[in-house]
């Protein structure tokens, strides 16, 4: 787009949809919008990728609502997202921007009453906003609803959701669209999946991919640092960055990210225990309870979130200030969502990874992707020492306390109704039991002699 759009009576938009936008505070559109809406409005497939935090949603939410408005049935679009608490998020746009014209809105996610989500498809809403997983097991379940008019198809955090993790999900809910759709792909990290993408939309697609100058892939608002310690101390250094983090910035919420679940319920479990009161999100958590955790931590009740990759993409919360790396995510993609949680909508914010001597080719590759090199994060070595004792006592404690609630029993339940939804074959369940078994005594023998040495 040539000129400059200032306002967003510029793109053409209703003027209800134009008060709504008012109402909520949202008074200039971001170059995203500026650039996408017009063509989704005269018609065209699109293609949008740019930073985290530029408005992506509304540039797919406001022109789906316009045309909405001018031919009003259900199922008119479709939405769908990698994961659950994203999916929630995304409905909340539609529906605030939508309540003047009682917008109906479903959301189809793992975790929630099928009967519940199967009886708001049959009332046919006006957008459905799913994960493809559980949209699929709708699909193949019940003839209740049907998907063949659609008049819009988003993919939200595309690349995420063409990966490859999602390929046989994703072709049962093609099959069942029509042909005839409007197809909008949006994400911060378009590259590996442009050619996938660029399978699927139709030849009058409109592209849109955020320039800038700088070549660096992060906003420029964003304080990108590192902290290099040995792995054993890893969690007493998290502490001291977030207790060096805390003197200057008393009520700011800071986001933990971790690579799996028992790690994410350990942190928790130990931060709480030792005075830092926080809620964990992961896929092992009830979705009531993870939902619960995120609208305490967006309301400011609890201002740390430790979380795994379920949190990293798209979430909006204003408030965070800081995200730390707890753990260096493999893939320099991940770390640009993850960081993406803070600074943002021009907010400053700081991200903080902990680096250990394993994880210095992970963070060149980062600093390769993302165009700038991270600087030294300060901290006080001596206070570690000092709190050392205290972070292993309690992180044991919770090690102790987490095998009581058979956490990893619960984990391997989890992937046998997985295996089974997927139609593969059973490890032999005695085998799986002794092995079980020889862990725990493992496990055990392990504590009684830490705690003897202690």
Known sequence: ??????????????????????????????????????????????????????????????????????????????????????????????????KAINLKKSVIVGGMD????????????????????????????????????????VLDEADRLLGGHFDEQLKTVFAA???????????????DALEKVQQIV??????????DDTGIATVRELDQRYVLCPKYVLDSYLVEVVRT?????????????????????????????????NVALHAMIKQKDRLAALNKFKSNHVQILIATNVAARGLDIPIVELVINHTVPNEPKEYIHRVGRTARAGKTGMAISLVTPHDIKLLHAIEHAVGTKLEKYEVNDKEIVTIFTQISVAKREAEIKLDETDFDEKKRINKRKKLIMEGGELPDEVDIKAEERKKRKKRSREKRRKETES
């Not at 936008?21 to 018609?43: A, D, F, R, Y």
């Not at 669209?177 to 590259?191: G, I, N, R």
């Not at 139709?202 to 320039?211: A, L, P």
Request: net charge negative; hydrophobic share 40%.
């Open 245 to 277: 983090f805390r003197a200057t910035s008393e009520d700011g919420s800071i986001m933990i990210f971790t690579d799996t679940c028992k790690q994410c319920q350990l942190l928790s479990m130990t931060l709480n225990d030792v005075g830092f009161t």
């Open 1 to 98: 787009m040539d000129e400059e759009v200032k306002e967003f009576s510029q793109l053409k938009l209703n003027s209800w949809l134009l008060a709504q936008c008012e109402s909520m505070g949202v008074k200039k559109p971001t170059p995203i919008q500026q650039n996408c809406i017009p063509q989704i409005l005269s018609g065209k497939d699109c293609i949008g990728c740019a930073k985290t935090g530029s408005g992506k949603t509304l540039a797919f939410v406001l022109p789906i609502l316009q045309k909405l408005c001018e031919d009003p049935y259900g199922i008119f679009a479709l939405v769908l997202t990698p994961t659950r608490e994203l999916a929630f998020q995304i409905a909340d746009q539609f529906a605030a921007i939508g």
């Open 202 to 211: 139709s030849d009058k697609v409109f592209t849109w991919q955020e320039e």
């Open 114 to 153: 099928m009967m519940v989500q199967g009886l708001e498809l049959s009332r046919k809403p006006h957008v459905v906003v799913a994960t493809p997983g559980r949209l699929v097991d709708h699909l193949d379940s019940c003839n209740t609803f049907s998907l063949q008019r659609i008049k819009f198809l």
């Open 177 to 191: 669209l029509p042909k005839e759709k409007q197809v909008l792909f949006f994400s911060a990290t378009m590259t």
